[in-house]
Each structure stands twice: as C-alpha cells, then as structure tokens.
C-alpha cells in the first residue's frame, strides 16, 4: 500500500513531534535552525505529513522567516521513519510543501542540510556569506530554491524570526510559566 500525503491536522502534532525526537534526539535543540523556530508556529498550510495504514510514516513543516528585509521559509524538519527510508516518502512530502509554497506566494526557501539529497527537489549551495545564521552552521550546507525566478539569488543578510507567536524563555519554558 502506498502512503497518503495530507495537510498536517491538530491531532498529528503529538505524533510528529514523538517522530522529529525519535529521528533528530534532543541535540536538534542547540541547532541553528531551531533558534528560529523557537516561539513561531510553522505555516499550518505547509505543514504536512505521509500516512499509510493509519500510521504516521513522515512529515514536514515550513517556518517563517526574513533574511534580511526578505520573507523567505526555512525548510524542517523533515522526518521520516527510520524503516521507512529509502521510499521516496522526505522528497514527496518536500514536494507537496514546495509545490503549495509556490501556490500560496511565497519567493524562495532556505535550509541547512545535505545538498545532494536536497537537490533532487531542486535546492542549491547558496553562499553563507551571504547570509548569517544565529549561531554556527556548516557553509557548504545552506541551501536555497528560488519558487520565484531567481528570489534566492537576491537573499543577504541575517536569518532571523519575522515575528514571536509564543514568547518562550531561554530554556524554551513559556514566559509566565511556574
């Protein structure tokens, strides 16, 4: 049997979340990626998972994000079962993602990740120079896909949160909490 993609419901949030610490463990919090995803909610519209026989098998999430004075989507995670590797299932979800980030506007999309998985869906190297992360990434794995000619290609500056949903204290508690 083939496996579903679909639109990320409330109830899959408990499953994904137990799938991203399952795949990524609890280092993925002192990455770069996750300092700008702390205290913004991904785009509900693009987030989506890969379901076959009523179990979740994989799933995907896009951020908001501005690199400098431009709005952009930052790519992650993506998720996938470790048994279910090697099926296709990251890069149809990517680009299901990639395919409505396009419909809904958005210029282009960043991440930091392995280049020759991640160009299958078309992404590529974009010069670190170019843009800074808060807090250290490996250079050669930022990469970028322009959904609109060349919107990649202009991106400069800091990669940074465009706005706060849900003020978090330094530990990742929410403020008030305790």
């Given amino acids: 049997m083939a496996w579903n993609i679909r639109q990320e419901l409330p109830g899959d949030a408990a499953s994904v979340e137990a799938l991203v610490e399952e795949c990524f463990g609890p280092g993925r919090y002192a990455k770069s990626a996750y300092r700008l995803r702390d205290g913004v909610g991904p785009v509900a519209a693009l987030s989506f998972v890969a379901i076959e026989e009523g179990a979740l098998r994989g799933s995907v999430r896009f951020w908001p994000v501005a690199v ?46 392995d280049e020759p998985y991640y160009a299958r869906v078309g992404f590529a190297r974009l010069s670190a120079k170019r843009i800074q ?30 706005h706060i949903d849900n003020p978090v204290c330094a530990d990742g508690a929410p403020l008030g909490a305790g």
């Fill in 68 to 113: 400098g004075s431009e709005k952009s989507l930052l790519l992650g995670p993506l998720a996938v079962k470790s048994a279910e590797r090697g099926r296709g299932i990251g890069i149809a979800l990517m680009e299901r993602g990639i395919e409505e980030a396009r419909k809904s506007g958005f210029a282009s999309i960043i991440l930091v990740g």
């Fill in 133 to 162: 992360f808060p807090g250290p990434v490996d250079p050669s794995r930022v990469l970028a896909l322009s959904l609109q000619p060349g919107a990649a290609l202009t991106l400069a500056g800091a990669v940074r949160r465009p």
